[in-house]
């Protein structure tokens, strides 16, 4: 009797990692809600509130290399915490947030090639703390956020080509702030955050070119506010933040978004409680973590931690495809196998080394109505390469 052994793991939760995070040099100064990015394979940390709730100018650039830090030349415009930023065409772009007395929506770009900053258009859109930014192309995207008054849900886009903001389409969900947002796969994905009390779930995606908002798939861990994110290799990660009561939870969760799919599955938390505003960014495929406020300590921590993602990612896929059946074998017409996010693409090679056919991830079968009978390899493929071989017998 035959036995046909299937199991689907496309939308895991949660996975098991020998990967861990990895402890840096300490920040020089801890404080919430600074600006991260990276530009030209070092990390910069701009303004942020300081341990004494002051709003600042202050400037640091990470270089991994050496790992150490390096103080800047304080930043021209006002200080400031509760801003936000993001990269696009070799350079930084940021604005919002609040002085310690009026809340701002000046825009600027910085240039890491000669140091130099540049003072944008404003937005035409009401001053805010904390809104939501994202980059596509030469196009920047910015929603929700709060100003003096209310919570807002809506978004404008900013042509780095013109100088120009234009409004487009609101969020379809309630306004808030302290969102989560990223871009994945060349689209605008936001939501998540809070108004008041209530801690937000919900999940949106942005198409660009019809501008139209579609709710997604509700967020499957508890309600967060005021974390960090990033974008990698066509996904996008959210990261710390408080949780549904608006105070820390027990681990710093990680979160990988998979736009195919519309899926999230959970990476390792950094150490320790999680952080309420941190910031991070990203260098050669690791993510650095730090700043922001321990609330079980009522500290603004120093310290400075990495983690590995593409090491991770590959540990994933290795885990999820070594798990993967194909049916039946021998096949006399079709194999068939459970479709995996980790899949790329599925080649089946003769018993000569040759290669009689390849489909990509979308499908998950293979039509062999026409092969020879004999013994054959399918290969399965991820995005880092070829994962996992197995043999496969055609006998019609």
């Known amino acids: 009797m035959k036995k046909y052994l299937l199991i689907a793991l496309s939308l895991f939760s949660s996975t098991s990692f020998a990967q861990s995070w990895v402890a840096k040099a300490d920040a020089p100064q801890g404080k919430h809600h600074p600006i991260t990015f990276a530009l030209n394979g070092k990390g910069y940390s701009i303004t942020g509130t300081d341990s004494v709730g002051q709003a600042t100018d202050d400037v640091y650039q990470y270089d991994p290399i050496t790992n150490s830090w390096n103080v800047l030349s304080d930043f021209p415009g006002m200080a400031r915490s509760f801003g936000i930023g993001t990269t696009a065409n070799g350079k930084a772009y940021f604005g919002f947030g609040a002085t310690n007395t009026a809340y701002l929506k000046d825009f600027w770009s910085f240039d890491p090639d000669n140091g130099t900053y540049t003072q944008l258009a404003s937005c035409d859109c009401s001053s805010r703390r904390h809104p939501a930014m994202i980059s596509i192309g030469n196009n920047i995207y910015v929603g929700l956020g709060n100003d003096e008054f209310s919570d807002k849900k809506d978004w404008w886009v900013y042509s780095i080509k013109n100088n120009v903001w234009t409004q487009i389409a609101d969020l379809p969900g309630p306004a808030r702030h302290h969102p989560y947002m990223f ?17 937000y779930r919900d999940w949106y995606k942005l198409d660009t070119a019809l501008n139209t908002w579609t709710q997604m798939n509700q967020f499957p861990g508890e309600g967060r506010v005021a974390g960090t994110q990033f974008n990698m290799n066509g996904f996008g990660f959210i990261l710390s933040g408080d949780g549904d009561n608006h105070n820390y939870m027990d681990t710093g969760e990680m979160w990988r978004y998979n736009p195919a799919d519309d899926s999230w599955l959970q990476f390792p938390s950094h150490p320790g409680k999680s952080r309420w505003a941190p910031g991070s960014f990203v260098i050669n495929n690791e993510v650095f973590f730090f700043g922001g406020v321990n609330r079980f300590t009522n500290t603004f921590p120093k310290d400075f ?6 090491a991770a990612t590959l540990e994933l896929e290795k885990e999820q495809l070594e798990n993967i059946y194909f049916f039946p074998n021998p096949a006399n017409n079709i194999i068939s196998w459970e479709y995996n996010e980790a899949i790329t693409q599925v080649t089946l090679i003769n018993s000569i080394g040759q290669r009689v056919a390849s489909i990509p991830r979308t499908a998950n079968k293979m039509d062999v109505s026409t092969m020879k009978n004999g013994v054959y390899f399918l290969q399965f493929y991820s995005r880092n390469g070829m994962i996992k071989t197995s043999k496969a017998i055609i006998q019609h």
């Open 183 to 199: 871009n994945a796969s060349g689209q605008v994905y936001a939501g998540l955050g809070h108004s008041g009390p209530t801690i």
């Open 305 to 310: 931690v990495s983690f590995d993602m593409s």
